[in-house]
């Protein structure tokens, strides 16, 4: 069973190192337990969706906060695409996962994208909006939250993981990978996040362990998952997997996780 009821992890890494798939896959955990969860896409190039298996009608279906022009609007009180006016800083968002999310059994999948303007941190009505509605989820929410944030660190800037209670790191063997998670942990420090974990993905040997373990130095380290066939063609084909294999390392990376978490 869950340890902590109301969790909220956040999820990031450089791209391709495979955060969608672990995202997808504790968020299944969690329902699979009769947990509420709100599984987040925070990341421009979405692929949750995808990751739980949703077609393309039913991808094409759920649109982007980011993308709702009239929405913003009315919310913020700004037109999207403006910068340098009066905003509200507090707009309503506690109806959105409801009103906007898709339903996937005990599981609301919310999309939120983000504009052009927004990812460069703007002081926009886009901005304001997405802020406003992570920080709803991660703090005001009882559900459990799983975000899939964007690759690399740059979300980070915008102020929206300062609650999280665990920041998980996904890394491949390969220098780069270890670098993103270095920087990731330096700025998620600086925003109060609580804890940074580094879980290692397409594990071959132990050799690839001990790689990851010696690069991440006194980063707290989850465990790992193998190199798993059957996932590396389930995300070619656009398909959910939750082969048995992924599902029991993942289980073994939440056990430690919640072990650690200080409350």
Excluded: W
Excluded at 47 to 74: C, V, Y
Excluded at 233 to 242: L, Y
């Amino acid at each position: 069973m869950l340890k902590f009821p109301t969790v909220k992890i956040a999820v990031t890494g450089k791209g391709g190192v495979g955060k969608t798939t672990l995202s997808a896959a504790l968020s299944h955990i969690f329902a699979e337990e009769g947990k509420k969860v709100l599984a987040v896409d925070a990341d421009p190039d979405a692929n949750l969706a995808s990751a739980f298996g949703l077609g393309t009608k039913d991808i094409a279906a759920i649109r982007p906060i980011a993308e709702m022009t009239d929405l913003i609007e009315q919310r913020t009180g700004a037109r999207p695409g403006t910068s340098g006016g009066i905003f509200r800083l507090n707009p309503k968002v506690d109806d959105i996962p409801e009103g906007f999310g898709y339903r996937l059994g005990n599981i609301t999948l919310l999309i939120t994208g983000r504009s052009k303007e927004a990812a460069s941190g703007c002081y926009c009505p886009e901005n304001i909006l997405l802020r406003r509605l992570l920080k709803h989820l991660v703090v005001e929410r009882d559900e459990v939250v799983v975000v899939d944030m964007e690759a690399g660190i740059e979300h980070l800037t915008r102020g929206t993981a300062e609650a999280v209670d665990a920041f998980i790191v996904v890394v491949e063997p390969g220098s780069r990978s270890i670098q993103t998670a270095k920087a990731v942990k330096t700025m998620a420090q600086e925003l109060g996040v609580r804890k940074v974990f580094v879980v290692a993905n397409k594990i071959r040997s132990a050799e690839d362990i001990g790689f990851i373990k010696a690069g991440i130095g006194d980063m707290t380290f989850a465990g790992s998952i193998s190199y798993n066939p059957a996932v590396i063609e389930a995300d070619i084909k656009g398909k959910a997997t939750f082969d048995p294999k992924l599902i029991g390392e993942i289980q073994e990376i939440r056990k430690i996780i919640e072990g650690a978490l200080p409350r």
